[in-house]
């Protein structure tokens, strides 16, 4: 298959960026065979990282495997506030972590920084573990009971990118999220901040003296998700990337952001 077919079979399956596809599909194949495979899987919708085989984010590159979220771009908004609150010696925990290249990006930039992720699907935690293993640790489980009880009070940064999307709405995501990404992965429950109430709830038990909570949505929903995590006994405002399209909610103690404030 030429390059020239390989475009125009992209483009009429609706790719917009056919040929950034198509060179992609070429430097990642290792034989012609390979490239005819990928193509199909693509023109039959599944998500391009899920074809390569890997992503690009933060300025890494990280496995993505079929049936496990992608890692978008805008999550990097949660990855830079992440980093400006990592310290060597800092225990930083990536919940809903799905491959794991949240929590792999923001301790990359900072040595000695111990780092747990932890995701409810067994096929995600199998992905992570490619990605995070060994500059930290993956556990399986439901929130806050998949990770060791010895992080009750330890933990520095806690970050989450959770479902956020309302349950009516996901059928009108496009097909390759539906399709090929896991329900679980997407579902937020009805207003689309079931899981974000239930990471501020827990937090407080998980969280050191000085810890932060982050934790990415949509914009609609920053004022309601900010109300939830306050109603969970912790200070928290919302942050906004209108370039990037990303929202995330800071939340901490309330003694903490007043003594942060005053710092700053």
């Given at each position: ?6 475009v ?29 495979a ?17 992503a ?8 993505v ?7 978008r ?31 792999l ?14 995701d ?82 827990g ?5 050191s ?13 920053a004022?309601?998700a ?5 109603d969970?006994?912790l ?20 003694e ?9």
């Open positions: 298959m030429v390059d020239g077919e390989v125009a079979q992209l483009r009429a399956a609706g790719c917009v960026f056919a040929e950034d596809e198509a060179r992609l599909i070429r430097e990642t194949a290792t034989t012609p065979a390979d490239v005819e990928m193509v199909v899987r693509r023109v039959a919708g599944e998500p391009l990282e899920h074809v390569l085989g890997w690009e984010f933060a300025g890494l590159r990280v496995a495997a079929p049936g496990v979220f992608v890692p771009h805008r999550s990097e908004l949660l990855v830079d506030l992440a980093r400006q609150r990592v310290r060597p010696g800092s225990v930083v925990v990536d919940l809903c972590c799905g491959t794991g290249a949240l929590g990006a923001v301790v990359a930039a900072t040595e000695g920084v111990e780092l747990h992720a932890a409810v699907d067994p096929v995600a935690v199998a992905c992570a573990r490619r990605n995070v293993e060994p500059a930290g640790r993956l556990h399986e489980g439901d929130l806050y009971d998949a990770l060791p009880g010895e992080l009750r009070g330890r933990v520095d940064v806690l970050l989450a990118s959770p479902p956020y999307v309302p349950t009516e709405a996901i059928a009108l995501m496009p097909p390759e999220a539906r399709d090929h990404e896991p329900r679980t992965a997407l579902d937020g429950g009805g207003d689309g901040l079931a899981l974000v109430r239930r990471i501020a709830a937090a407080p038990r998980w969280l003296g000085d810890g932060v909570v982050l934790i990415e949505m949509s914009a609609a929903q004022a309601a900010v109300d939830a995590v306050k969970a006994g200070a928290a405002h919302a942050l906004h990337d209108d370039e990037g399209e990303a929202t995330v909610v800071v939340a901490e103690a309330a903490t952001e007043s003594r942060h404030l005053r710092s700053g």
